[in-house]
């Protein structure tokens, strides 16, 4: 434990010092040598207590970086998943120069934030396309939601799954046979048909590999948002993404 904070003390005196950790070696120390450095150092991080915070900034933005470029990697690695899996609904504009991906859940507090704020950018810009996975892991309630929406696309195509999309993103409460069929009937869609279509093959296969692609890329949380080679794991605001997309049209 005493070198474990002796360690920390010594990384936060390399900041303000610009005395290189290699220049003291802790193990080959006297029991009072050490403890005259801890002495020592407990008496300048005492009177210099804002280099503890600089020191966790710098370690914080140090983490950030590393899992920013092993993230890049994760993209790279499972490219053609992400972006052309075949089966993913793909919105905005199908041929636009900058592809946003959203893992979302339906039940999900800050996937329902993000949403109306995906649409505006989707509708500000005019060459997104945009790639929608159902990463359903809230409880029963989103695994019902997304073979719902995936059901009614297999049943009625692209705009049957559009439809049940938006609606979903915004129904409240439990999910049953019978508010099933009610939305079903709202959208237009052949309630027996889509209810029997939730539980099929292709439902079935969809959510697996999608499930399987958010476990390689270490996605565990909803909304995540891959723009370009960054990977986001979170909610955005609408100027957060538009600058994301900006710099991954300048990369382009």
Known sequence: MLKTRLASSVFALTLATGVQAADLDLDNMSDADRAA?????????????????????????????????????????????????????????????????????????????????????????????YVAKELPILGENSVISSRFALAAREVSGEEAYEAAKEALIVLNGDLDD?????????????ADAVLAAMDSDAVNQQLSSTRELAQALQINGTPSFIMGDQLIRGYMPLEAMQEIVAEARQDG
């Open 178 to 190: 019978t508010v099933l069929s009610r939305l079903a009937d709202t959208l237009g869609l052949d």
């Open 37 to 129: 450095f801890g002495a020592q150092v407990r008496a300048y991080l005492l009177e210099n207590p804002e280099v503890i915070m600089e020191a966790v900034q710098v370690l914080e933005e140090r983490q950030a970086a590393e899992q920013a470029q092993g993230d890049v990697a994760l993209v790279e690695n499972n490219a053609e998943a992400i972006f052309n899996d075949g089966y993913s609904w793909v919105g905005g504009n199908p041929e636009g120069d900058v592809t946003i991906v959203e893992f979302f859940d339906y039940r999900c507090g800050f996937c329902r934030r993000a949403h109306p704020e995906v649409a505006e950018l989707l509708e500000l810009d005019g060459n997104i396309r």
